[in-house]
């Protein structure tokens, strides 16, 4: 263990969120939206979620078969931890000034609407620089905010940057269909990335007052992440292909089928560690083979089908998790395929907190992943996951704008603030006594 | 020029073009320009990945390989090169200069110690503890710089009974970890074996995924950290493991796995938690479908010429539809209906019933799914500056995936794509360290660079 983090898990309520003070409003839905501005509120900012009354982020509808959690989405809960939950509608002139007034009280604006939305509601970015000259606004949604795509307002899903970007196109096996991921990778890692784009903005800011406007497009985006597959076209004159589970630039570096019908991903280009694995195969004569003797070598077709062979049929003999302490014996990288019980069972997340049983006034004991980010000085953590919609309402009203319940009541009467519908994943869980939770107004 | 019918709000489009086009990126400050950033990463793309955002960002970023050059250049597919440099590392060499440094040796390690006075941040991705062995670990280089942001990034974490594992961080081992691999895939049909079907197994993304997930984690814990920095003068130690940071995307699996002792298992190219969504075939290849309210369903349904057929008029809720066998019973029937259309005709089918369907402007989600090729030569993306070929100096032209997002004030941009081992030696430690020739000729006849 290395020493400064020795009692981090113990000591993690000891000490500010890296980002405490800042103040975000997210105006989101599904889950590149809300994924960004997540990750913020987990490292401490103060993030107000403003949802449409009384329906809300369609998230909260969405179930994996037939099983809701306390009758709300878990995508929902997944990715919407630490915020406030606020229903203002915006298609109302007040509910567009009441939002202008939290703006000129925030540093980071955030929203995944098609192109021209904001401006439709008087809250786009030239609207808000009104009121807070030095905002950072961020626009994630398919395309952009021009270009072809974007100007014929196109919608778009995860799924469609998977298959836009090509990302599904080299994510399944030759001579397969191309392949859906099981995550929706494209919204998580925009949102991700986003928040890049918007803490560099911060400090940006710092050294000069000045705010600005981001777009993201998330078929874009993944491109990023797709690395060689550009100049490997460019070089070749060709695209690139899929090939399963093995890394086209590593070698050896594959999931091979075990005896006990489980898998396991080897990964051993180092010279170390190819002498590792080839000693664990009980084969040390192999790292001198002239075909594997190094990692280019290894790497040119025909050799890279030969280890990958020589390796797969020794896997077929071993169970996967002795595989996996050959290659801690050995010093070759090696896990079995984890899955949801692994998530769960396993000691090592658990020990780091970032498996974590969250104890949620509403939501009761549930178990959830933490930040995957371990600051010795500024844990991030999660506090409480997801509320109905407009929860906190009078919370921000009264904290932040200084209304009152007079006030308060007025802006229900007229429709410009709303609490839940009465329906699955938008009102509170049927087991909650009223109390818990709520912010002052109970 | 577009050859597209502009929309309504066309202004707007011009008005932000005009802000953010990353054609005028140049132009434009640089949002990390005041930061130092080392990167001794090793044989790990995550660690090149973080520093490639921070360097597009404008961070002054030092790369530092042993002698020989790190692993990372070798990774290409088939082994391919251009001069020394693999194709992987030809997009996560950019804008960082490159010096050789040996950190085996003691002379190496007090060199690094100088570095690090005058330094903002570090990426380490060596097995958790190698950099405290060596005495240039966090608890040292802090005693040095106490504004120093350490970053590590490592298979199973700084600290939890896995972290004495002496292993190096790979992204297939990774998204093998994740849980994630787990549930992605085509499914075995029944009474097959994997020896039947080798496709249908746990599949990984193709791209580094985990790698580039690890990776821009922690450079949002890098940002997060100067933030704080800023207001309190202290540095901190940040850990990161790519498995972890690729499974916090996980969405539910855990909670279903917690509450419920559900495993998810693969489910094709359809989606566990979602109708409509998911991939369907055309007569030209396939394109993914997405209508994640009843009316964008509907709306496809439509399309299809099924509207009345299957009584659409009658669903009041999307709910039954996420049922899975449901699901297979509608993938059963849209199959043989968009097999006969071209993904473009069905791309354009959407489009038009945006304006003109019965249930307009609301329609579903049509994408091709195309080849990387298709991508990279679609004039949409070229025109966003996706592809603009970098002009190395050292390289030549050579195409980049940038201008990942625009943005009015502080674009990222990428400069050149990589330099050879050592190139930066001369520039590097004469303007940090003040060694001239004389001391670098007698560094590397030691070895030291």
């Not at chain 2, 259309?341 to 489009?351: A, N």
Request: glycine residues 8%; charged residues 25%.
């Amino acid at each position: 263990m290395t020493a400064v983090f020795h009692d981090y898990v113990k000591n993690k309520f000891a000490r500010p969120g890296p980002l405490k003070g800042l103040r975000v409003l997210e105006l989101v839905t599904l889950l590149f939206g809300p994924s960004g501005p997540s990750f913020l509120a987990e490292m401490g900012a103060e993030v107000i979620k403003i949802e449409l009354p009384p329906l809300g982020d369609v998230t909260r509808s969405l179930k994996p078969f037939d099983w809701f959690y306390k009758e709300q989405g878990p995508m929902f809960m997944h990715i919407n931890p630490n915020k406030y939950y606020m229903a203002l509608d915006l298609h109302i002139d007040m509910g567009q000034d009441i939002f202008k007034e939290l703006v000129a009280k925030a540093d980071i604006v955030e929203f995944n609407l098609r192109p021209a939305v904001t401006n439709r509601w008087n809250i786009g970015y030239e609207d808000l620089k009104k009121v807070n000259p030095n905002i950072i606004y961020i626009e994630k949604n398919g395309f952009g905010q021009w270009g072809q795509y974007a100007e014929e307002d196109r919608p778009s899903n995860d799924g469609a940057a998977q298959a836009l970007s090509g990302y599904a196109w080299i994510s399944s096996f030759s001579g397969q269909p191309p392949l859906k991921q099981g995550i929706w990778i494209c919204d998580y890692f925009g949102g991700l990335m986003g928040e890049t784009a918007v803490l560099a903005a911060l400090h940006h800011r710092k050294k000069t007052g000045k705010g600005q406007y981001i777009e993201m497009s998330q078929s874009e985006n993944i491109m990023r992440a797709m690395q060689w597959v550009w100049p490997y076209q460019q070089m070749t004159g060709k695209s690139a292909e899929p090939s399963g589970n093995q890394d086209q630039c590593i070698c050896p570096a594959d999931t091979f089928l075990c005896a006990d019908n489980q898998f396991t991903a080897i990964a051993a280009p180092a010279p170390d560690e190819f002498k590792g694995l080839c000693k664990a195969m009980g084969k040390p004569e192999l790292a001198d083979d002239p075909r594997f003797k190094d990692h280019t070598t290894r790497l040119k077709t025909d050799n890279a089908l030969a280890i990958l062979k020589i390796v797969a049929e020794w896997a077929r003999t071993k169970g996967a998790d002795e595989v996996e302490k050959l290659g801690i014996q050995h010093g070759f990288a090696a896990s079995r395929v984890h899955t949801g019980k692994d998530m769960y069972e396993n000691e090592n997340r658990r020990s780091r907190d970032f498996v974590k049983e969250i104890d949620d006034p509403l939501y009761g004991k549930y178990v959830e992943h933490c930040f995957p980010v371990m600051m010795s000085k500024t844990p991030p953590k999660i506090k409480w996951t997801v509320r109905p919609v407009g929860f906190d309402n009078e919370y921000i009203l009264t904290n932040i704008l200084g209304r009152n319940q007079t006030q308060i009541k007025e802006l229900y009467t007229h429709g410009v603030i709303g609490k839940w519908k009465d329906m699955q994943g938008r009102r509170p869980p049927s087991d909650w006594d009223g109390k818990y939770g709520a912010i002052l107004w109970r | 020029m577009a050859d597209y019918k502009r929309a309504k709000w066309a202004d707007w489009a011009d008005h932000v073009k005009s802000l953010d086009d990353p054609a005028k990126n140049f132009e434009k400050p640089e949002a990390l320009d005041d930061l130092v950033v080392i990167d001794v990463s090793s044989r790990s793309m995550a660690g090149c990945y973080c520093s490639s955002l921070l360097a597009e960002l404008g961070a002054e970023t030092i790369r530092i390989e042993p002698p020989g050059g790190d692993l990372v250049r070798t990774y290409s597919p088939g082994g391919i090169m251009n001069k020394d440099t693999g194709l992987a590392y030809l997009q996560e060499g950019r804008n960082k200069f490159h010096v050789t440094l040996d950190l085996e040796k003691e002379e190496g390690r007090e060199i690094f110690k100088s570095l690090i006075g005058q330094a903002d941040i570090v990426i380490e991705t060596y097995p958790a503890g190698q950099m405290d062995e060596w005495g240039i670990g966090y608890e040292e280089l802090s005693k040095l710089n106490p504004r120093l942001i350490f970053t590590s990034i490592s298979p199973f974490g700084q600290f939890g009974p896995e972290s004495d594992r002496k292993q190096f961080d790979y992204d297939n081992v990774a998204q093998a970890r994740s849980g994630i691999q787990y549930q992605t895939g085509e499914f075995l049909t029944e009474g097959k074996t994997y020896d039947d079907m080798p496709w249908a197994v746990p599949t990984k993304a193709g791209p580094w995924i985990a790698w580039c997930v690890g990776g821009a984690f922690a450079a949002v814990g890098i940002l997060a950290a100067v933030h704080y920095r800023e207001l309190t003068g202290e540095g901190q130690a940040i850990d990161v493991t790519s498995a972890e940071a690729y499974e916090r995307l996980n969405d539910y699996a855990l909670h279903w796995y917690g509450d419920q002792g559900h495993i998810t298992e693969r489910f094709g190219s359809l989606d566990t938690a979602l109708w409509l969504y998911g991939f369907f075939p055309t007569s030209d290849g396939g394109v993914f479908l997405g209508g994640l309210r009843l009316e964008m369903w509907k709306a496809f349904v439509d399309i299809l010429g099924k509207y009345d057929e299957w009584g659409a008029d009658e669903w009041t809720t999307l709910a039954p539809f996420m049922k899975e066998d449901w699901q297979f019973k509608y993938q059963a029937m849209i199959n043989p209906l968009t097999s006969q259309f071209t993904s473009q005709e069905l791309t354009r089918k959407s489009i038009e019933y945006a304006k003109t369907g019965r249930l307009a402007p609301i329609t579903p989600v049509v994408a091709e799914i195309v080849s990387p090729w298709q991508t990279m030569h679609d004039n949409n993306w070229i025109e966003r500056g996706m592809f603009t070929p970098v002009q190395d100096p050292e390289y030549g032209s050579v195409v980049c995936a940038q201008a990942q997002w625009k943005s009015t004030e502080t674009p990222p941009r990428t400069k050149w794509v990589c330099r050879p081992v050592g190139a930066d030696n001369g520039h590097i430690y004469l303007k940090y360290l003040g060694y001239g020739p004389v001391m670098l000729e007698k560094l590397k006849g030691q070895g030291v660079l």
